[in-house]
């Protein structure tokens, strides 16, 4: 995809409706250090906690993983 393709966007609503649907735990990684977003849709701080610490050993995955607003999403 390019840039301003709206990735972000389809990403979070087909991730949001999954867990809407009930189709089990949904967990939606952003993995963009460049412009990480994700923080943002879901009023979440600090976007450079989770994937990066947990990928340099300094948390664990229970900790990098952060619950939405969303029930069942991750």
Same mark, same amino acid.
Request: proline share 5%; hydrophobic share 40%; glycine share 6%.
């Given at each position: 995809a390019s840039e301003n393709a709206g990735v972000t966007t389809m990403a979070t609503n087909v991730a949001v409706r999954a867990a809407? *649907?009930?189709l089990g $735990?949904? *967990?939606l990684i952003d993995a963009n250090h460049n412009r990480p $977003? *994700?923080?943002?849709i879901f009023r979440l701080k600090n976007p450079f906690s989770g994937l990066v610490d947990y990928f340099a050993g300094d948390t664990e995955l229970q900790a990098a993983v952060r619950p939405t607003d969303t029930p069942e999403l991750y």
């Amino acid at each position: 995809a390019s840039e301003n393709a709206g990735v972000t966007t389809m990403a979070t609503n087909v991730a949001v409706r999954a867990a809407q *649907l009930g189709l089990g $735990r949904v *967990l939606l990684i952003d993995a963009n250090h460049n412009r990480p $977003r *994700l923080h943002k849709i879901f009023r979440l701080k600090n976007p450079f906690s989770g994937l990066v610490d947990y990928f340099a050993g300094d948390t664990e995955l229970q900790a990098a993983v952060r619950p939405t607003d969303t029930p069942e999403l991750y």
